[in-house]
């Protein structure tokens, strides 16, 4: 099974960076996800990680390290539009590709 | 390119009725998932479709839920009787493949209300 963990809320000030942790347990891996979804809408696709390292996509940034089981989210520049709720989302192995979601990060952007 | 599109938006419903959720994936993409998304949680797969095969179902509560997608194409998923908990967002998901990076596209959901 897979046991992903974040954090349900954080608050950050628009201009600022924000870094969105996930730490994640599971039998074997196969790729890590990040979406971010915003209120009553569809999840949307962010990144991809499936190596260790920083993959760079404009102002937002995903880190992975499989060793420790742990991946973040960062946000630079915040806008007021980057208000919404970011799911991490693990794939493990056993041939379906399925990733299991993690509850969200709640994130609140203020003037 | 259309996105996933799904239908209705939203429905309120007594329980114990039955209820019937549609869903046209992406054109071209093979595979189709439907996820049970509870307010402030992660999706939940309920079932996943490769062409018109059920592959991947063990989190479909089978007593209650059925879904089908005749033709490969579109999906309609369906709750009878439907109860209290079965409130939530249903959302529907589509991808070329499951295989690699590949990402999942999902349609805007259906937002459930059972009475």
């Known amino acids: 099974g897979q046991n992903i963990d974040q954090p349900t809320e954080m608050t950050a000030t628009e201009g600022a960076i924000v870094q969105i942790n996930c730490t994640y347990q599971?039998?074997?891996?196969?790729?890590l996800f990040w979406y971010q979804q915003h209120a009553g809408e569809a999840p949307t696709f962010l990144s991809y990680?499936?190596?260790?390292g920083l993959e760079e996509k404009g102002r937002f940034s995903s880190f992975l390290s499989r060793s420790k089981g742990y991946s973040y989210l960062l946000l630079k520049e915040l806008q007021m539009k980057d208000s919404a709720s970011y799911l991490c989302a693990v794939r493990g192995v056993g041939g379906s590709y399925i990733p299991t979601f993690g509850r969200g990060t709640s994130l609140i952007v203020h003037p | 390119e259309a996105g996933v599109v799904q239908s209705p938006r939203y429905k309120i419903i007594e329980k114990k009725q039955p209820v019937a959720f549609w869903c046209n994936p992406i054109?071209?993409?093979?595979?189709l998932y439907w996820y049970r998304q509870n307010l402030g949680q992660g999706p939940e797969l309920l079932i996943r479709y490769e062409n018109e095969e059920a592959v991947d179902d063990s989190q479909l509560p089978k007593d209650r839920f059925s879904a089908e997608r005749l033709k490969g194409v579109d999906s309609t998923l369906k709750i009878q009787p439907a109860e209290l908990g079965d409130s939530a967002v249903y959302l529907c998901?589509?991808?070329?493949?499951?295989?690699?990076?590949?990402?999942?596209?999902f349609g805007p959901g259906t937002r459930l209300t059972v009475l």
């Open positions: 599971t039998s074997g891996f196969n790729g």
């Open positions: 998901a589509s991808s070329p493949t499951p295989a690699d990076n590949n990402e999942q596209f």
């Open positions: 990680n499936v190596l260790d």
């Open positions: 054109s071209g993409h093979n595979t």
